[in-house]
């Protein structure tokens, strides 16, 4: 199966030009910059993109490729940065702009051939550069222009090079999708054969190959990725498989029980229950830094693992329900980009881990793993729950984790799922839930002061977790979730409503 490979040179929308080809039907998968020749080669591509960047290509430190990208034998796109680096590279020149673009643009079409083909008349665009090209590298030609760039396309049929300065990934280009379309099926002449059915086909296949007859354990979390995790591997291994549910002290109200039962009774799994929720508060006494009480979670996860490993016996693999989002925000390994926060199955995992990892859907975005669910004929009422992480309320209990402060957000956390349930709104959402604060502040209830507890109410929507935006909630949603906690959860006179987006904040706090 034919690939398209995104060399990643730090662009905040990377990760959607993954997404926007995996949606026209062409597998996508993103390598960092310096990835060798060989690196891209094995990796059986039938194009490469050169992302966008924050830096100039003409800076001392500008992100330059391993490789010669006239070695590539495979058309090329560069977008932004990518444009201005591919121009550089082969012989143009890239300078300052004395007008920046920043926001829309309206394209103006001189060739309708090639990248344009099909597109209408001053189309808008999403542009977001300071340099430009000055002159385009010999060999070709511009195709495209707006009124601040004169090199907004440039094409060069022959050899298979092709730029655009501005995104067309992103929904404020217009026409964007009908530009990948080109030069993917029209220019590379690559055939959409990427969909749930063909991966679930291609993961079973390598599951099979890879553990054989050996053991495998899967750790549930009671969230769809790992659930659909262990579908695959049983789907591949069958009777090898014994998943591991753990009740770490962490989870939501009633969440541990019920599950429980769904993984044996509609699933059909075998799964050993464990109740270690002592062991895992002890561990997080005193731990404030969000990143330690990460990797304390997963260390715990990983010894009882071990332990429960040990009862089966000879048990090689360990499944996890790894997804792109966690690698990507878990290690800068695409890019330069910085390491946002290690997820518990991908940064705190020891160096001698005594299993060989199984990740079967760590090159799947969230909406993907979704369908994969889907397809796999989990019901429509799992699938579509909201996320929940991990470490699980111990991200959002801020500063130490205590069972005093478990079991406030616990109740709170209840409330605000009751209500935007009532409300209408569950579904619209990506996550909805209850932060606790490490403050106090002061109230009045029955005329009397108070000095308790102050609870952030988080409402946000996204698409995959990558970018998400704060949810402009009804005004009489967050009163009636506001009364009710401070009404019904002991220790708390304060609730507040979080309006800040993904980026600059993360959606959960810690």
């Not at 430190?61 to 796109?77: K, T, W």
């Not at 060739?111 to 597109?119: H, I, M, R």
């Not at 952030?456 to 909630?473: E, I, K």
Request: glycine share 8%; aromatic share 8%.
């Amino acid at each position: 199966m034919k690939k398209v490979i995104i060399l990643d040179f730090g662009s905040q929308y990377t990760q959607l030009i993954a997404r926007k080809i995996r949606e026209l039907g062409i597998f996508s998968e993103i390598l960092p910059f310096t990835a060798s020749l060989p690196e891209v080669q094995k990796q059986a591509a039938g194009a490469v993109i050169l992302s966008g960047g924050p830096q100039s290509v003409y800076d001392q430190d500008a992100p330059m490729p391993s490789i010669d990208i006239e070695e590539l034998e495979v058309p090329v796109l560069g977008i932004c940065y990518g444009l201005q680096l591919m121009s550089d590279l082969l012989g143009g020149k890239v300078v300052s702009s004395q007008k920046r673009e920043y926001g829309f643009a309206s394209l103006e079409i001189k060739t309708k051939q090639g990248l344009l083909e099909g597109l209408g008349d001053h189309s808008q665009v999403w542009m977001s550069h300071g340099d430009r090209v000055l002159k385009v590298p010999p060999g070709f030609t511009v195709t495209g222009v707006t009124e601040n760039c004169d090199t907004a396309v440039i094409e060069n049929q022959k050899d298979r090079f092709f730029g655009v300065q501005f995104h067309p990934e992103v929904i404020h280009t217009h026409q964007g999708k009908k530009v990948l379309s080109n030069f993917l099926f029209k220019i590379a002449g690559m055939k959409p054969n990427w969909n749930m059915e063909s991966f679930i086909q291609r993961k079973v296949q390598e599951l099979r190959e890879l553990i054989k007859d050996e053991k495998v354990i899967c750790g549930l979390s009671g969230g769809v990725d790992s659930l659909v995790t262990s579908l695959l591997v049983k789907k591949a291994v069958d009777k090898n498989l014994t998943c591991i549910f753990v009740n770490n002290g962490l989870l939501r109200k009633g969440q541990f029980e019920s599950l429980i039962k769904t993984f044996r009774s509609d699933f059909d799994l075998h799964v050993v229950a464990v109740d270690a929720t002592e062991s895992f508060l002890r561990n997080l006494k005193g731990v404030i830094e969000p990143e330690k009480k990460r990797k304390s979670i997963g260390r715990e996860f990983i010894k009882i693992f071990e332990r429960e490993a040990k009862k089966i016996g000879d048990v090689k693999f360990l499944a996890q329900g790894t997804i792109y989002p966690d690698v990507i925000e878990s290690n800068p390994v695409t890019g330069p980009s910085s390491s946002i926060k290690s997820h518990h199955n991908v940064g705190g995992l020891p160096r001698d881990l005594s299993f060989d990892l199984v990740e079967p859907l760590k090159e799947l975005f969230k909406d993907e793993v979704r369908k994969l669910g889907m397809e796999m004929g989990i019901k429509n009422d799992f699938i579509t729950q909201h996320p929940f992480p991990g470490p699980g309320l111990a991200v959002r209990v801020v500063g130490e984790v205590t069972e005093d402060r478990l079991k406030t957000i616990r109740e709170a956390d209840a409330v605000v799922i009751e209500e935007v349930r009532r409300a209408g709104v569950y579904h619209d959402l990506w996550q909805a839930f209850a932060v606790l604060l490490p403050v106090k502040s002061v109230g009045v209830m029955g005329d009397k002061r108070t000095y308790q507890r102050v609870v952030v109410v988080r409402l946000v929507q996204s698409v995959d977790g990558m970018t998400a935006g704060w949810f402009p909630a009804d005004p009489s949603l967050l009163s009636r979730i506001s009364t009710r906690i401070v009404n019904e959860v002991n220790g708390v006179n304060r609730v507040v409503y979080d309006i800040t987006s993904k980026p600059p904040g993360t959606i959960e706090w810690e």
